[in-house]
């Protein structure tokens, strides 16, 4: 079992940045794929970013490509997402996930995909002020 708790969320002006982190607990995180995913209020939910095992292979939603950065420490149990250069279409919920299978390589289509992830962190508010 894996548990994921978001953190680094809160209220930001256009043009600024926040860290979000995510820690988890349970075995084998050093092995597992792991993305960041968001929904905003009244629309469907937004592959974000995607990261493999190693952390040296890394995919990014258009809307975020060049502004957002997804990194993992697998010593610290914990993958992050640098946000940068905020917008207010960037107001949403953030979410962790982690893919449940060890050592996967995949291609953007796999790390896009919420159905890969198995387990899924509570969520923490972005909110962009314009």
């Known amino acids: 079992q894996v548990q994921l708790v978001e953190s680094g969320g809160g209220l930001v002006q256009t043009g600024g940045s926040l860290r979000l982190s995510c820690a988890a607990s349970?075995?084998?995180?050093?092995?597992?794929?792991m993305g960041w995913f968001r929904q905003a209020a009244g629309k469907e939910r937004e592959f974000v970013a995607g990261?493999?095992?190693?952390?040296?292979?890394?995919f990014y939603g258009d809307s975020v490509k060049g502004r957002f950065t997804i990194s993992r420490d697998n010593a610290k149990n914990t993958v992050y997402l640098e946000m940068n250069k905020l917008k207010p279409e960037d107001t949403a919920v953030y979410y962790c996930?982690?893919?449940?299978?060890?050592?996967?390589?995949?291609?953007?289509?796999?790390?896009?995909?919420?159905?890969?992830?198995?387990?899924w962190g509570q969520g923490t508010q972005v909110t962009v002020s314009s």
């Open positions: 349970g075995r084998n995180f050093s092995e597992r794929a």
């Open positions: 996930a982690a893919d449940n299978r060890p050592k996967l390589y995949g291609g953007r289509n796999y790390y896009a995909d919420a159905s890969t992830y198995n387990y």
């Open positions: 990261i493999n095992w190693t952390g040296d292979t890394t």
